[in-house]
């Protein structure tokens, strides 16, 4: 599976983004995908994640009630609604697909997309 993740940007805090994240090689139906982040000098950490048929979406407490993770396996795309972003919602943000149905750890994903860079400014 090849993931493409896009829709990053600079914006302002309070401002909202879209990304999208693109799969080509196989359908993503079966797999659970899920969006990571990483500031320069951190760790990526777990932002959410969705089950393969669209339920159980989970959510790091940092980023519950803004963002809103959905998927549209007719067009092989999981998209992250990010909504009154903050500044120190800055970061790279990644998505992973795993065949784990929940899955918030790094190396529970087998594949990965490239990422795109958000920037908040405050």
């Known amino acids: 599976v090849q993931l493409q993740a896009s829709g990053g940007g600079l914006v302002q805090a309070g401002d909202s983004l879209r990304l999208s994240c693109a799969a080509s090689?196989?359908?993503?139906?079966?797999?659970?995908i899920g969006w990571f982040r990483q500031v320069p000098g951190k760790e990526r950490e777990f932002v959410t994640s969705?089950?393969?048929?669209?339920?159980?979406?989970y959510y790091a407490d940092s980023v519950k009630g803004r963002f809103t993770i959905s998927r549209d396996n007719a067009k092989n795309t999981v998209y992250l609604q990010m909504n009154s972003l903050k500044p120190e919602d800055t970061a790279v943000y990644y998505c992973a697909a795993t065949s784990y149905t929940i899955a918030i750890m790094e190396l529970q994903y087998e594949y990965w997309g490239q990422g795109t860079l958000v920037t908040v400014s405050s």
């Open positions: 090689g196989r359908t993503l139906s079966s797999y659970t």
């Open positions: 969705i089950r393969w048929n669209g339920g159980s979406p």
